[in-house]
């Protein structure tokens, strides 16, 4: 069975700092909303402004794009002010997504991410948001998705869908947190219900699906695709 990388929890942490603190905070400054996008080899804004620019983290860099101009700055060994204000904002200024977010830590010690731990984060994310975009394509027009958006506070992509029964339940890809250090898909209902298989509601706000029961499958995105369809057919019942 595969292991996550020894350094696999302080990327994660770092990255989650990056995300909250650096590309969320400058497309706020700009554009008012801080959600973020699954990205090559990692995560990014959508573009925004007038550049149109767009601030991402692609395999150990943070890249800023803006118009026809690309700059690159490699994460590990900067300090986190420096890749705010290679973003062009300002570690100081004043900025929160709301709960869950990360404190900013010493902005002036160096940060360090591993190459096979920043390949997970991304490689699952891109797993998770082919999967949302597959399963939300497949649902009848009542269902209303919401965007999937990587939200930099809690650092998970997700989206939320309405049941023929009123309500609604949350669908998303976490490369972890605190309650879990390995990777995850999620089905949260936003109700009480837990209807069919009890095996299949296996954490307290509803399904996950890890890393470690994926990874090494022949078709992982079949199985993600699967439990995520698991959830919403269960709840429709």
Known sequence: MAALPGDYEATRATLHVVAAHVLGRRRFEVAGRFGLRAGPGGFATPAF?????????????????????????????????ELAAFAGTDIERQFSAGEGMPPPGDPDAPLAVGPASMRVVGNWLA???RALDEVLGGL??????????LWPEHFDAGTNVGLATGARVNLGASPGDASSPEPYLYVGPWGEERPGDPAFWNAPFGAVLRWG?????SDPAAAVVAFLRTGLRLLQT
């Not at 601030?55 to 943070?62: K, N, Q, S």
């Not at 027009?141 to 958006?149: L, W």
């Not at 029961?213 to 499958?217: P, T, Y």
């Open 49 to 81: 402004g007038e550049g149109p620019e767009t601030v991402r983290v692609a395999h150990g860099l943070l890249v800023r794009e803006t118009a026809g101009d690309a700059a690159y700055r490699a994460i590990s060994g900067s300090t986190l002010r």
């Open 127 to 129: 797993l998770g948001w």
């Open 140 to 149: 009848a027009p009542g269902a209303a998705p919401a965007t999937v958006q």
């Open 213 to 217: 029961d994926v990874v090494d499958r």
